[in-house]
């Protein structure tokens, strides 16, 4: 799930998950091969590092673009943990580094994110709630907005095997035009933006993870924007 969880990992855990994603909009398709690896560095503290070793952007009547994505990295710190009428809470802060070299996939220009987390059990479901605030760097040529995001998602252990899980994201607008659009790929060469910096976006997605032994899962999802994106994901996931 896109919406990050107050669970943390244990000192000496990891976990290692790897997919496929495909996008297509009326701004065209895209593919990536996102990654995330997460350790637990003390009691409390959490590190998470997010490539994406491959994108591959198709706007329709321009150029594609493909390449390496930007690097996100994350610190996650449990400050109090869950009681019975309690959720756990704990608070966050994430860079994203500019390591995509082409201006349609990244913005070459640093990100900040600092936000809180909650999470509660209900029986054999589990909830998360996310509210956080976006410092977005502005690429030479354009100016930008420092959005809020809130996200709140639910897991439902079903089965030792499976659990389906759901969420609803929504980030403002990073844009200072207005907000009335998605930048398209085929306008950043002229116009010194990326389709990173976009308009206010509302998320719904739905998915199933699957436990085919002790320390693997794979898991697939669809999420539905209201830019009209359609999004398929499919991976794995090995934990330690």
Do not use: C
Request: no cysteine.
């Amino acid at each position: 799930m896109e919406t990050e969880t107050a669970r943390l990992l244990e000192p000496g855990h990891f976990e290692l998950g790897g997919a496929f994603e495909f996008q297509t909009s009326p701004n065209g398709e895209e593919y990536a091969l996102p990654m995330a690896v997460e350790f637990g560095v003390f009691h409390h503290l959490e590190a998470l590092i997010e490539p994406v070793p491959f994108t591959s952007i198709h706007p329709p009547g321009s150029k594609s673009a493909t390449g390496l994505g930007d690097l996100e990295t994350t610190l996650t710190y449990l400050i109090v943990e869950e009681k019975k009428y309690l959720p756990a809470m704990a608070i966050a802060g994430e860079i994203k580094f500019p390591t995509a070299g082409n201006r349609q996939i990244g913005s070459g220009e640093y990100d900040y994110r600092v936000y809180a987390v909650a999470s509660k059990r209900f029986s054999n479901v589990d909830v998360h709630f996310n509210l956080g605030y976006n410092i977005i760097g502005a690429p030479e040529g354009a100016s930008t907005k420092n959005p809020i995001d809130v996200e709140l998602g639910a897991e439902w252990f079903v089965h030792p095997k499976f659990d389906l899980f759901a969420e609803v994201n929504y980030v403002g607008s990073s844009s200072s035009n207005g907000g009335e659009g998605t930048v398209l790929a085929a306008d950043t060469a002229d116009a010194g933006v990326t389709p990173e910096i976009a308009a206010e976006e509302l998320v719904g997605s739905v998915g199933v993870r699957a436990h085919l032994a002790r320390h693997f899962d794979t898991f697939g999802s669809f999420s539905y924007d209201n830019n009209d994106a359609k999004l398929f994901r499919t991976g794995v996931t090995i934990k330690y």
